[in-house]
Structures are given as structure tokens and as C-alpha cells.
């Protein structure tokens, strides 16, 4: 099974600034998931990302796969209170395709 | 999208008893995955149930302690059974549809 060790482990921000997460593995993912997780919920899938250098966006939210893919990022612009929450990057592996997640880095955007 | 419907949300529970909890899912799924997330932590995957078969479980956890159950292509059940302070946590069902995987929201369990 692979380790996926994400940093920080928390992040308290201000309103309207920009964070990044980092998510590393010392093997090459097959594909990397990010999912967002506020209190109460199960974690909520934000994106997939597949091949080596992609880079994907939604809205306020750019994620990076790094080239060798053991890499991944992701980057929030004016960050805002309702990004408050567990970010988690994923991957999905063995037989049935279960998925093992990182460490987790909880944010918290003060207003 | 598919939903699930996982019940209850919360429970206190006196050590030694056991809880059973419950997800739904409105279609058809092969495979339904059940994590642990201990406070503040990542989810660490429990099991995985496939329809028709046994469960099978990951390292640190046994049948004895999570016996799940999986009678049909929409439902699941694990039971956190003969419980301690210790399995204080929340327990997700999760299932792949197309799309991506989707998660129920989650039981908060507390052992007193």
C-alpha cells in the first residue's frame, strides 16, 4: 500500500490570501484524486488527475500532477471562508479499486 | 448522481455493546468500501464488500470486531462490535460509481 504524505498538516489563513497543498508519494500514482471534507459530511470529490504535467482548474482551485506523477498539488486563490475544511488527496489501487488517503491538511479561512 | 443514505449520523454507546450501522445506495453497486476516520485524521480504509461473498478486511482489522454484511447489490451494514473508547470515531460507506467515488455522511460514534 502507498503512503501518501500530504503538508501541511493544517493551514489557518486570512481571508483573500493564497495557500497551496502538496500531497508526495515515493511511488508513481496511477491516477491522484483531491477530495474536500467539511464536518459532518463524507469527503466530496474535487478532481482526478491522470497524466504526468496536468493541470486542472475549478474556479478558485488549480491542481498539478507532477511529470513523474509522484507529485500532486493544489493551489487556492483568495482563499475564502467557505473553503474552510479537510482537503484530502486519494489514490485508487489493488483489485477493487479501494482508495488509500493522505494525511490530510485542514484548513481554516478566517474572515 | 448516485446517493447514499448512511444512518445513524451519530450514537453514544456504553463500552462492551455493539452498533450496526446502515448505508443505502439508490442504484446497484458491486463494491461498497467502509473507512474509519479517527478525530481530526484521515480515513483509513476497514474493509472492502462485494455482493455474495465475504468481506475482506485490511490489516489491523478483523471479521470478529467489523462483521459486515452485504445481502444485496444496494445495502450494507458493519457492526463495530463489543466496543471501547477506543473505536471512538467516524465510519464512512463509500461506493464507485461513474464519476468518482461518493460517500455517505458519515456515523460519529462515541464509546463511553
Known amino acids: 500500500t502507498q503512503l501518501l504524505e500530504q503538508s501541511p498538516q493544517f493551514l489557518s489563513i486570512q481571508e483573500g490570501e493564497n495557500l497551496t497543498v502538496y500531497c508526495n508519494s515515493s511511488?508513481?500514482?496511477?491516477?491522484l484524486q483531491w477530495y474536500r471534507q467539511e464536518p459532518g459530511e463524507g469527503p466530496v470529490l474535487l478532481v482526478t488527475?491522470?497524466?504526468?504535467?496536468e493541470v486542472k482548474k475549478l474556479k478558485r482551485l488549480t491542481f498539478q500532477f507532477g511529470d513523474a506523477r509522484k507529485d500532486s498539488s493544489l493551489h487556492i486563490t483568495a482563499a475564502q471562508p467557505g473553503d474552510t475544511g479537510l482537503y484530502l488527496c486519494?489514490?485508487?489501487?489493488?483489485?477493487?479499486?479501494?482508495?488509500?488517503f493522505g494525511s490530510g491538511t485542514q484548513l481554516t479561512v478566517l474572515p | 448522481s448516485a446517493v447514499i443514505s448512511q444512518k445513524p449520523s451519530r450514537d453514544i454507546c456504553q463500552r462492551g455493546t455493539s452498533l450496526t450501522i446502515q448505508c443505502q445506495v439508490d442504484?446497484?453497486?458491486?463494491?461498497m468500501f467502509w473507512y474509519r476516520q479517527q478525530p481530526g485524521q484521515s480515513l483509513t480504509l476497514i474493509a472492502t464488500?462485494?455482493?455474495?461473498?465475504?468481506?475482506?478486511?485490511e490489516s489491523g482489522f478483523v471479521i470478529d470486531k467489523f462483521p459486515i454484511s452485504r445481502p444485496n447489490l444496494t445495502f450494507s451494514t458493519l457492526t463495530v462490535s463489543n466496543m471501547s473508547p477506543e473505536d471512538s470515531s467516524i465510519y464512512l460507506c463509500?461506493?464507485?460509481?461513474?464519476?468518482?467515488?461518493?460517500f455517505g455522511s458519515g456515523t460519529r460514534l462515541t464509546v463511553v
Open positions: 488527475v491522470v497524466t504526468g504535467g
Open positions: 442504484s446497484q453497486v458491486t463494491m
Open positions: 463509500s461506493f464507485l460509481p461513474y464519476g468518482g467515488y461518493t
Open positions: 464488500a462485494n455482493q455474495g461473498s465475504e468481506a475482506t478486511y
Open positions: 486519494a489514490e485508487s489501487s489493488g483489485s477493487a479499486r479501494q482508495l488509500t
Open positions: 511511488s508513481v500514482f496511477s491516477s
